[in-house]
């Protein structure tokens, strides 16, 4: 299973870009995603988890009030709404899959991408 990351890119400070992360020949429906950045240097942070319904969500404090986290179930997609984008969120961006919504909270999960990448400057 390859989950894929798409819609980073280049940015200006205060920008915003909208990522997606798709799973061609396999739902995600049942599954909760997590969205997870890693910069050169820096240890893997958890941004932000979906259950597999939509009903729960998680957002690190970092990015709460800036991003947000939606799914739709009949595209098999789950996106990251990125807003008011600073310096510090420059960093390879991945999804992840876990059945377990409060696994993939904990930074666990079954499947995962290889990440787009996201880089904010001027």
């Known amino acids: 299973v390859q989950l894929q990351a798409s819609g980073g890119g280049l940015v200006q400070p205060g920008g915003s870009l909208r990522l997606s992360c798709t799973a061609p020949g396999f739902r995600l429906d049942d599954y909760a995603i997590g969205w997870f950045r890693q910069a050169p240097g820096k240890e893997r942070e958890g941004i932000s988890c979906i259950s597999s319904n939509g009903n729960d969500t998680f957002y690190t404090n970092s990015v709460k009030g800036r991003f947000i986290i939606s799914r739709d179930n009949t595209k098999n997609a789950v996106y990251l709404q990125m807003n008011s984008l600073k310096s510090e969120d420059t960093a390879k961006y991945f999804c992840?899959?876990?059945?377990?919504?409060?696994?993939?909270?904990?930074?666990?999960?079954?499947?995962r991408g290889r990440g787009t990448q996201v880089t904010v400057s001027s």
């Open positions: 992840a899959a876990e059945l377990d919504y409060r696994a993939i909270v904990a930074g666990l999960w079954t499947w």
